[in-house]
């Protein structure tokens, strides 16, 4: 029959706009302001007297606050804030109180039902310039770049030195190495050497008392060299590890000499963030010192495990290879059920690890295990004002010392872990790239809305105005016809919100600028469908058969036009970034839901008005069925 659509496809598509309202509906909550604790290290367990702590103080700052909680592992907790405009200072008082070994971070805590959650419904991401984020920025530590250069050196030079055979008492201090000889000969002879391996020192001979002295300088330009690479390695880390925690559309870049900003829109889990980027988790592997190795060329690391506490080893200070050489990285178990990681090295750092196990087979290689920690003090500064200094230090433990059995390759494993969380964490690290230098938060805030509240408000308005003109355009003009395309209409927003919130993209204003150009698609195959209806009217069909005609010649064109729109937005999302992306992800979307609700809603509704009716006159319009006119 004619305009009649089987039961199957009502049912169908009732189901389809129930999902697209349920998905949809977390977008009607909003979220509260909240601060978020974690530990610094995935070990450390929050327990509830150090929340009470942190409760404490703001209650005595006259804070309010609800809704604390602690995770059932104890990794995170969670206090609820009853005013935004002194969350920064609730951080503040309460990051003081809970004391070192905590990070306190600024976030939004979901508002969404239990039972809305239980169906894995989530809401919208939004960007920067409607809802904000969180905005850091970090500060590259380059004097401790500088100062692993300078340990390299001295290193290698001691090396090429020894295996020349040349004896000298070789020292460090900022950015020169002192070489002492007891002849001139040995110091020619060390400052060839010197040089031809490394032709960046500014090489300068010295003459004093009885010594013959060689320093090595590092000359301004290397060191300028030494920050850039330092800074760009720490951008390209910074920015994998934003990617392992799949933010949409971040910003990451650099900012003067040695800063970087991290902008992170709608995320929510600002303490894992925090953890994450400003983590400094590194390894090191050196073989443990002979009994007859001089003390200037090793040093005592103790064990980080627990049940080792107490113990320690010797190391050698020169290096096999850094976690800088890692590949890949994955968490694991062993045959024992304990946490461990499977490490795989690029091709110089399989070649470097081969080369230094096959000739010390039965020595024992440590696996050294190296965090960036700080601790926390308070200060008066030129106003009077107490502020807050954190003063990093590194940490450095020995996670296993085992017997090299037989040479390693580029694939191996390492051991002496706590738990599943931290070999997990390690490996996160490890894959993502191990940070060239130190870095540390100089500034964290919320950011608001880039455009101004007001601007986004009048947006939304004009987007309101906009709709409703164009409602009452449709059911003025097209009359029934108009408030099937109306009510498609309603469900072509209802299911771009939903899909939106499914797939976890970011809504930014030029986003918003995409769902009304959906919106004038969406209206506009309509337009094109009953257009060919009324044109079918006009050359006397029967009204049935006016409407079936209407809707299978009008499709092609619509897909013809849309399709071609969605090229473009492809070609948009693939060669753009920031709020081009976000132009393109609802655009793209929003033509594919207002194809699917002006063809087949439309057209369901159509037929449930008009389909197996034996009627005279379409409301269409002022068109009338051949014979009718007066």
């Known amino acids: 029959m004619v305009n009649k659509y089987p039961l199957w496809k009502y049912i169908l598509l009732m189901l389809a706009l129930l999902a697209g309202v349920l998905y949809s509906m977390p977008n009607l909550y909003a979220p509260d302001p909240a601060l ?47 005013n935004r405009e002194r969350q920064l200072e609730a951080q503040s008082i309460f990051s003081r109180a809970i004391g070192d070994g905590y990070i306190v971070a600024l976030n939004l805590a979901p508002t969404t039902p239990e039972w809305l959650s239980a169906w894995g419904a989530k809401p919208m991401k939004l960007g920067l310039d ?47 190495i002192q070489a002492n000889f007891r002849s001139e000969e040995h110091r020619e002879s060390a400052r060839a050497i010197i040089s031809e391996n490394h032709p960046e020192l500014f090489l300068d001979r010295v003459n004093q008392d009885d010594m ?43 900012q003067g000499r040695n800063r970087i900003v991290v902008e992170l829109p709608g995320i929510q889990d600002t303490a894992e963030a925090k953890r994450i980027l400003g983590k400094v988790a590194n390894l090191e592997f050196r073989l443990v010192a002979n009994l007859d190795t001089p003390d200037s060329e090793k040093q005592k690391f103790s064990y980080r495990s627990p049940d080792l506490k107490g113990s320690s080893e010797w190391l050698e200070k020169a290096v096999i290879i850094t976690g800088e050489r890692v590949s890949n990285a994955q968490a694991s178990f062993d045959q024992n ?70 040479a390693l390759g580029a694939s191996f494993q390492i051991t002496g872990l706590d738990n599943p969380m931290e070999s997990s964490e390690l490996a ?14 100089v ?47 309603s469900s072509n927003l209802t299911l771009l919100v939903a899909l939106m919130s499914l797939i976890g993209a970011t809504l930014t204003l030029p986003g918003i600028a995409g769902i009304v150009l959906t ?39 619509i897909l013809d036009a849309n399709l071609t729109t969605l090229i473009v937005a492809i070609i948009l999302y693939a060669v753009g970034s920031g709020p081009v992306k976000g132009f393109a992800v609802t655009l793209s979307i929003g033509i594919l839901t207002s194809m699917f609700t002006a063809i087949m809603g439309t057209r369901s509704l159509i037929n449930l008005f008009y389909g197996g009716r034996n009627i005279k006159l379409l409301s269409i319009g002022k068109e009338f069925l051949p014979g009718l006119e007066k």
Request: glycine share 8%; aromatic share 6%; with cysteine.
């Open 519 to 557: 919106v004038g698609m969406a209206v506009d195959a309509n337009v094109l469908i009953f257009s060919r209806i009324r044109e079918e009217l006009r050359n006397r069909t029967t009204p049935q058969m006016a409407i079936h005609q209407g809707f299978e010649r009008a499709v092609s064109t």
């Open 212 to 254: 013959w002295i060689i320093r090595a300088t590092l000359v301004d330009q290397t060191i300028k060299e030494i920050i850039d690479y330092a800074v760009s390695q720490n951008l390209t880390t910074l920015r994998n590890r934003v990617n392992e925690l799949g933010v949409s559309e971040p910003l990451v870049q650099r």
């Open 443 to 489: 500034e964290e805030r919320t950011v608001g809305p880039s455009l101004g509240a007001e601007n986004i408000r009048l947006g939304v308005l004009s987007i309101q105005v906009g709709l409703a003109c164009v409602v009452l355009f449709m059911i003025f003009y097209y009359r029934v016809f108009g408030i099937a395309a109306v009510i498609a209409l």
């Open 36 to 82: 978020q604790i974690t530990g610094e290290s995935s070990s450390l367990v929050l327990d509830q007297r150090a929340l009470n702590r942190g409760l404490l103080a703001l209650d005595a700052a006259d804070i309010s606050y609800f809704g604390q909680e602690i995770n059932s592992d104890g990794r995170n907790g969670l206090v609820r804030l009853n």
């Open 130 to 176: 409607l809802s904000g984020g969180v905005h850091f920025k970090l500060e590259v530590d380059t004097e401790a770049a500088i100062k692993q250069r300078m340990e390299f050196y001295e290193i290698s030079v001691k090396r090429k030195l020894r295996e020349e055979r040349i004896r000298g008492r070789i020292s460090t201090e900022r950015n020169t």
């Open 428 to 441: 996160l690290m490890l894959r993502a790239g191990a940070l060239a230098a130190p870095i540390s938060f």
């Open 337 to 406: 059920g304990q946490p461990n990681v499977l490490i795989s090295l690029d091709g110089e750092g399989g070649t470097q690890m081969s080369r230094a196990t096959r000739y010390n087979i039965k020595r024992r290689m440590g696996v050294l295990f190296i965090e960036r920690k700080f601790r926390t003090r308070y200060e008066v500064d030129d106003q009077g004002q107490e502020v807050q200094v954190k003063v990093p230090y590194d940490e450095k433990k020995l996670l296993t010392a085992p017997v090299i059995q037989s």
